[in-house]
């Protein structure tokens, strides 16, 4: 009888041990409350992107001097766009100067409302406008610089969580002034 209350000891000891690890592995289900109520807006407000997005700019002015290039901290780009009349005619010529660059010569800006004034935005032109650097003030056509690089499809993107084209721009330079050449 010993051995039956032994083995009967044995084998409820096994049950909780089986009962326990099994209650501590059970993953508890989070508790989520069923809706009562739903609430619909009044109003319907479906996000509508704009319908011309706004164009931004950006690229680096820096400093060619003798072998050394060195960024340019606040120059200026300005942009230059004709606008046309319904018969082709040049009308008047919008122009948009960019912030100054930063500490290592890169700008962006945006222009606001230049896509509704201007039908054609690949006729727009970027061009070298200011340097403050005293020793290096001489515009250089490099990646035209100063005859305007166009806005085209080929340098933009279109980043749709701020609806914006946004144009890159290769480097623009300004140059030390070239000194005269001696006349004999």
Known sequence: MASTGAATNLLLLAMVVVV?????????????????TTYTS?????????????????????????????PIQGGKVKVVCPVVDSYGKLVAKVTISSYPTDLKGYFYFITYGLSHKVNNISSCKVKLESSPVFTCKTPTNVNKG????????????????????????????FSSPVAPKPVY
């Open 42 to 70: 009044p109003v319907k407000t479906p996000y509508l992107p704009k319908s011309n997005p706004d164009i931004a700019i950006e690229g680096f002015i820096l400093c060619k001097s003798g072998y050394k290039t060195y």
């Open 20 to 36: 326990a690890t099994a209650d501590y592995y059970a993953q508890p289900q989070p508790y989520v409350p069923k809706p009562t």
């Open 146 to 173: 100063v005859t305007g690089a166009p806005l085209s499809p080929d340098n933009s993107k279109f980043l749709s969580h701020d609806n914006l084209t946004l144009y890159t721009l290769e480097p623009f330079y």
